[in-house]
């Protein structure tokens, strides 16, 4: 049985930081797409940035200040969130799937999710 389990979530002032983890049971941080999404209030889920093979994928707004890693040893993947807005504010959710690269801004393509974390940015 997958099962993909989030920590680090919390609040924080604008500008700060917060470090997002996702450990993963039951399947290989390193033989899936990995990816972080977040959900904000009334919407649906949006892509953040994703780890497949060597490679790092990021929504254009959060890249230089957000960086996705993998510890294969830990089976964890982390989300390091630097700078970040209250437009941050949010639900975040690690997800894992055999998904091909074009694909992996895509929800649908996932085939587990974790339970979520919340992200609060504010003053």
């Known amino acids: 049985q997958v099962q993909l389990v989030e920590s680090g979530g919390g609040f924080v002032q604008p500008g700060g930081s917060l470090q997002l983890s996702c450990t993963a049971f039951?399947?290989?941080?390193?033989?899936?797409?990995m990816a972080w999404f977040r959900q904000f209030p009334g919407k649906g889920r949006e892509f953040v940035a994703a780890f497949k093979g060597g490679s790092t994928y990021y929504k254009d707004s959060v890249k230089g200040r957000f960086t996705i890693s993998r510890d294969n040893a830990k089976n964890t993947v982390y989300l390091q969130m630097n700078y970040l807005e209250p437009e941050d504010t949010a639900v975040y959710y690690c997800a894992a799937g055999r998904v091909i690269t074009s694909s992996l801004r895509f929800e649908s393509n996932y085939a587990y999710w974790g339970q979520g974390t919340q992200v609060t940015v504010s003053s």
């Open positions: 039951g399947l290989t941080v390193n033989g899936y797409g």
